[in-house]
C-alpha cells in the first residue's frame, strides 16, 4: 500500500509542475507582450507629436550684407488678422521680404539712389517644420493641409533657385554673394554713383572702405563725369573706388568726419548760358539733392566763383554747409553717405516718377519762387491781381495794362528792330519793358522784375529761362526763328511752360523776318529749303540757324498775336 501510494503521489506531481511552469511561460509572454506593445505605442505617439507639434515657418535667409543693410525686422502681424484657438502657417516670400526689410530700393524715389541699383535677396537657405492643427480637425485633413504648403514651399524653392538636396536640419550656407557695384553707368545723360557706409573723399576721390565681413581680394574703380552730360568731352573724371581687403587696412584716416551726406557735382561744362545753368546743373541738383531738406554738403569739382555768386540763394537753400572746392581740398573728408554726379531726366526737365517724392517741374519753379521771396501763387498774375484789388489805375489815372517785358538778345538771333517791336506791344495795349539780360545780373532784383510782368517775349534762346520767376497763368511768348526750329522751340521751353502751368504762345517768323533773306536772298537754300539744310548734320543748321540769324519782325504780321494773347489774359 505505501509503495502504490508513492508511486502514485509522485505521478500526480509530475503533471502539476508541468501546469504550473507552462502558466508562467504565459505570464512572461503577455508581460513581454505588453511591454513591447507599450514601447511600440509611445515610439508612435513621439514620432507623431514631432511631427504635428510645431508652426509650420519657411526661413528665407539673405546674404551677410543685405543683413547689414536692413535696419529692422519685418513688422509681426495683426493679431486681428489671426483666427481664435487656431495656429497659423507662415510663408515668408521673397517679395514680401524685400518690401518689409528694405532689400529693394525704388532709387529713383529715394534721395542719393539710383532706380537701376535694386538690391534683390539672396535667399540660400530654407528650414521646414510641420504643425498639427487644433479646432478638431482630422489627421488626416491636417496632413493634407501640411502636404499643400510642402507644395507651395517647393514651388518657392524652385522659384528662387534652391538647391533641391538641402538637409532641413542642417541648412548650409551658400557662398557670399559679390559685391554690388556702387556705381550706375547705364543712363544714357548722365553716370552716377552712391556710397552708404564708411566713404572717405579727398581731391577729386572717392574712396568706399567697406565692412570687414564684406571685403574682397580685389577692389573695383569707376571714372565717373560728375555732371548731368557724361558724353561732354571736358567735364573732367572724378575716381571712385572700392577698397579691397588689403587696401582697406592702409585706408586714408580721416582729417574730418561729417554727420550729413556729399554730393559731388561739376560746375563747368556749358554752364554761363542760364538754359544749361538750370538744365545741366540746377535742375540735376534739385532732383538729386532736394530731399535731403538742406542736410547735405557739396564737393564741387571744376568750381565757378561766378556761377557761385549768380545762385548762391539756390545753392545755400539746397545745402546748408559751405560749398567745398573738390580740386583743392587737402583733407580726408568722411561721410556716412556720398553721391557723385547729378541724375538728369531730360533737358530743363523731370520725370515725376523718376524723382524723389515725385517732384515736378512745377515744384521746383514754386520752389524758386519761394528761394527769392516772390508773392505767393495765390495772388495770380500781376494784371488780374491788380484788378481783384481795385488797384487797376496807374498814377496818371489810367487803366492798368497788363506787363510785357521783351527781352533782347545780345548777339545771335537778336531782334535789329527793337524799338519798332516795343511801340508795336503798346499799341496792342501792353505796358513793355525792355531788357537785355547779363551774366551778372543780380538775380534777387531780375526775379522780381520778372514776377511783376504777365508777359516775357523773346526771341527762342536762353533769355526765356527766367520763366521760373513768372507766376501761375502768365505767359510766356516765344519767338521762333527761320528754318523750321518749331520742334526744337518746343520741347527746350514750350512743354516746360505747359508743365509749369504757365501760358505757352509761339510765333513762328516768316523767312522774310530773318536775317538771312537779306544776307543770302531768297534762293539760298538756308532760306528757300531748311529742310536740306538739316539733312547735312546739326553743325550746318547751327552755323545758319542759331549763329547767324537775327530777327527783324514785322509788326503788322506780329500784331494778331498780341492781340490775341490780351484777351486771354483777360479772360
Not at 87 to 115: A, F, L, R, Y
Request: hydrophobic share 35%.
Amino acid at each position: 500500500m505505501v509503495t502504490e501510494s508513492s508511486s502514485s503521489s509522485q505521478s500526480s506531481t509530475v503533471p502539476t509542475s508541468k501546469g504550473m511552469a507552462r502558466t508562467l511561460a504565459q505570464h512572461h509572454q503577455a508581460v513581454v507582450g505588453f511591454l513591447f506593445g507599450f514601447f511600440v505605442i509611445l515610439v508612435l505617439y513621439t514620432t507623431v507629436s514631432g511631427q504635428f507639434g510645431s508652426n509650420t515657418i519657411v526661413v528665407l535667409q539673405s546674404t551677410p550684407a543685405e543683413q547689414n543693410a536692413r535696419a529692422s525686422p519685418p513688422p509681426p502681424s495683426s493679431p486681428a488678422s489671426a483666427p481664435n484657438n487656431s495656429t497659423q502657417d507662415i510663408i515668408v516670400h521673397k517679395d514680401d521680404v524685400n518690401k518689409t526689410m528694405g532689400g529693394e530700393h525704388n532709387q529713383d524715389n529715394v534721395p542719393g539712389t539710383d532706380k537701376n541699383n535694386k538690391t534683390d535677396a539672396n535667399f540660400d537657405n530654407m528650414q521646414a517644420n510641420r504643425t498639427e492643427q487644433s479646432g478638431g480637425q482630422p489627421v488626416n485633413s491636417t496632413i493634407t493641409n501640411v502636404s499643400d504648403k510642402m507644395k507651395e514651399e517647393e514651388l518657392i524653392r524652385q522659384e528662387l533657385d534652391q538647391d533641391d538636396d538641402k538637409d532641413e536640419t542642417n541648412v548650409k550656407k551658400g557662398p557670399a554673394a559679390p559685391p554690388k557695384p556702387i556705381c550706375d553707368l547705364s543712363d544714357p545723360r548722365y553716370d552716377i554713383c552712391e556710397i552708404i557706409g564708411d566713404a572717405r573723399a579727398t581731391n577729386r576721390t572717392v574712396l568706399y572702405v567697406p565692412p570687414p565681413g564684406e571685403r574682397s581680394a580685389d577692389g573695383q574703380e569707376w571714372a565717373i563725369k560728375d555732371q548731368s552730360r557724361k558724353h561732354l568731352e571736358y567735364i573732367h573724371k572724378v575716381t571712385v573706388r572700392t577698397l579691397s581687403a588689403a587696401q582697406s587696412l592702409a585706408a586714408p584716416e580721416c582729417t574730418s568726419r561729417h554727420a550729413v551726406p556729399a554730393v559731388v557735382f561739376a560746375m563747368n561744362g556749358l554752364t554761363s548760358n542760364p538754359w544749361h545753368d538750370f538744365s545741366d546743373v540746377l535742375v540735376p541738383l534739385f532732383i538729386t539733392a532736394r530731399a535731403f531738406d538742406g542736410e547735405v554738403q557739396f564737393l564741387v569739382t571744376d568750381l565757378q566763383p561766378w556761377f557761385v555768386d549768380k545762385y548762391r540763394l539756390i545753392l545755400a537753400n539746397l545745402s546748408r554747409y559751405d560749398v567745398v572746392d573738390f580740386d583743392r581740398d587737402a583733407g580726408v573728408r568722411c561721410y556716412p553717405r556720398v553721391v557723385v554726379g547729378l541724375r538728369s531726366h531730360r533737358d530743363l526737365g523731370i520725370n515725376p516718377a523718376r524723382a524723389p517724392r515725385n517732384y515736378t517741374l512745377l515744384d521746383f519753379r514754386m520752389y524758386i519762387r519761394d528761394i527769392f521771396s516772390l508773392p505767393p501763387d495765390s495772388v495770380g498774375i500781376p494784371y488780374k491781381a491788380a484788378a481783384a484789388s481795385n488797384n487797376n489805375a496807374t498814377v496818371d489815372g489810367e487803366k492798368r495794362k497788363p506787363r510785357l517785358m521783351l527781352i533782347n538778345r545780345g548777339h545771335n538771333r537778336k531782334f535789329v528792330n527793337i524799338p519798332e517791336i516795343a511801340d508795336g506791344a503798346r499799341a496792342a495795349g501792353f505796358e513793355v519793358v525792355v531788357v537785355e539780360p547779363r551774366r551778372d545780373l543780380r538775380l534777387e532784383e531780375f526775379s522780381l522784375a520778372v514776377d511783376s510782368c504777365d508777359v516775357l517775349m523773346g526771341a527762342h534762346g536762353a533769355g526765356l529761362t527766367n520763366f521760373f520767376f513768372l507766376r501761375t497763368g502768365a505767359a510766356m511768348l516765344q519767338v521762333v526763328p527761320w528754318g523750321h526750329m518749331e520742334y526744337s522751340a518746343m520741347i527746350f521751353y514750350g512743354v516746360q511752360a505747359k508743365e509749369m502751368n504757365l501760358r505757352d504762345v509761339e510765333y513762328s517768323i516768316a523767312a522774310e523776318e530773318s536775317t538771312l533773306y537779306e544776307k543770302y536772298g531768297k534762293d539760298h537754300p538756308a532760306v528757300s529749303d531748311p529742310e536740306s539744310i538739316h539733312k547735312q548734320g546739326w553743325q550746318l543748321g547751327m552755323k545758319y540757324y542759331w549763329l547767324e540769324q537775327d530777327i527783324r519782325l514785322n509788326v503788322t504780321r506780329f500784331a494778331p498775336t498780341l492781340h490775341q494773347l490780351l484777351r486771354t489774359l483777360g479772360e
